[in-house]
């Protein structure tokens, strides 16, 4: 009876052993699950939905709790990431300035940080910027991010129109299907691009100088042409008409309006040529990305 005893006391205690291990286990399986949910798990998780001001917010949590510049520099690297997944540039041009000291402790990452930067220029139409910036980048050829390079300095110097400098970039291109096209239609219609019929602002203000409008009308601007034909015509004739009526203080108030016009008809002729030159080659060069960047 006694041994009886014994062995189901035994019995008992090893039961709760048995349980209390099974709630410590629970325990730490919970709080490992709970760190994950609240932690980099979840922020991945809220990033790959594309709830990217969620995850940065996640990130910020454990950027403020992280203690080693490993790991603040990958959080700060998810952040900008987020930005960027987001098209977010200007947030993400103003993030870089304010942790680039930070990322310079990391080479390899703040070459990376940096490319970011440029294409977020390019992004926002800043071209020259994007060019100062990605320039200074120096990739190997087998690295990631070697034709992210190339290929946006390339761009951005066409939508500058300076063609020359854009194929000499384009050439380093390879291994991405996507660039690889527009790199290849650009050189098929090379000889179009570097000996495009431009009109001279020069020549176009000269015309409107002799005949007002007809700058415009070089430029391919008929109605802004005959409108500032017969405005300065008007304006010409009212002078005169005055002036032979002797009207002088009304003719000396026309001469100054007159003139004015006939001032703006000549640069607006200039001005005209460059919209002309800008918007063809501009417009020639989306309808490349467009068709060759799906």
């Known amino acids: 009876m006694i041994l009886y005893w014994r062995i189901r006391i035994l019995k008992n205690g090893l039961k709760k052993v048995f349980i209390g291990l099974f709630i410590f286990i629970c ?3 919970n709080v490992s699950f709970s760190q994950e949910v609240s932690g980099e798990g979840f922020a991945r998780f809220l990033f790959n ?23 603040k520099i990958s959080f700060l690297k998810n952040i900008g990431l987020c930005y960027l997944s987001g098209d977010d540039y200007e947030n993400y041009i103003t993030f870089y300035k304010n942790n680039r000291n930070v990322f310079l402790m990391r080479p390899k990452i703040y070459s990376e940080m940096n490319l970011y930067l440029g294409k977020s220029y390019y992004n926002i139409n800043l071209y020259q910027e994007a060019i100062s910036v990605l320039e200074g980048i120096t990739f190997v050829s087998n690295d990631s991010l070697y034709n992210d ?13 300076e063609w020359n400098s854009a ?11 996507k660039y690889l096209r527009v790199r290849d239609h650009l050189n098929n219609h090379k000889e179009d691009l570097l000996n495009f019929s431009k009109k ?9 100088a002799l005949i007002p409008g007809a700058g415009y009308i070089y430029c391919d601007k008929l109605t802004t042409g005959i409108t500032s034909l017969v405005v300065n015509g008007l ?17 000396a108030s026309i001469g100054f309006f007159g003139l004015g016009w006939y001032i703006g ?17 501009e417009q020639y060069l989306n309808d490349i990305l467009t068709d060759n960047l799906k």
Do not use: C
């Open 235 to 251: 304006l010409i004739w009212a002078f005169y008409d005055t002036i032979n009526n002797n009207q002088y203080g009304l003719s």
């Open 167 to 177: 194929f000499r970039n384009m050439e380093f291109v390879n291994g991405n299907s």
């Open 27 to 29: 325990f730490l399986v």
């Open 149 to 161: 390079k190339y290929f946006f300095t390339g761009l951005s110097y066409a939508h500058l129109h």
């Open 49 to 71: 939905k594309g709830e990217y001001y969620r995850a940065i917010t996640e990130y910020y949590k454990m950027l403020y709790k992280a203690t080693g510049l490993t790991e």
């Open 200 to 208: 001279e602002p020069i020549f176009a203000g000269f015309l409107s």
């Open 265 to 281: 008809n000549i640069i607006g002729s200039a001005n005209a040529a460059h919209q002309y030159n800008s918007y063809y080659q």
